[in-house]
Nanobody, 122 residues
Framework: QVQLVESGGGSVQAGGSLRLSCAASGYTFRTMGWFRQALGKEREGVAG????????YYADSVKGRFTISQDNAKNMLYLQMNNLKPEDTDMYYC?????????????????WGQGTQVTVSS
């Protein structure tokens, strides 16, 4: 059974850091990513990675501040978020799929975690 479980969200002041983790089980995925979504808004691709090559994508809004990484041995995906801003406040989701898909397109991902809330105060 495929399962993605996020952890590491929380509340932090602007300029602070958080590290999100995603524990994947049930399959070895070729594409994994982090998305975020606020109520009433579309889900936005934050960062994604092809697990075989390590090639990564970042949204312009997080480049230089966020880093996606993986531990293939543990089937873990991470998102290190530094210099957080109030506009980064959202529910963050881990996503994965078997094939190689566009990293920033949520419609191409088959499996989703339950989400973890990130709140950044000014």
């Amino acid at each position: 059974q495929v399962q993605l479980v996020e952890s590491g969200g929380g509340s932090v002041q602007a300029g602070g850091s958080l590290r999100l983790s995603c524990a994947a089980s049930g399959y070895t995925f070729r594409t994994m990513g982090w998305f975020r979504q606020a109520l009433g808004k579309e889900r936005e691709g934050v960062a994604g990675i092809y697990t075989g090559t390590g090639s990564a994508y970042y949204a312009d809004s997080v480049k230089g501040r966020f880093t996606i990484s993986q531990d293939n041995a543990k089937n873990m995906l991470y998102l290190q978020m530094n210099n957080l801003k109030p506009e980064d406040t959202d529910m963050y989701y881990c996503a994965a799929t078997e094939g190689l898909v566009a990293l920033n397109n949520p419609a191409r991902y088959k499996y989703w975690g339950q989400g973890t809330q990130v709140t950044v105060s000014s």
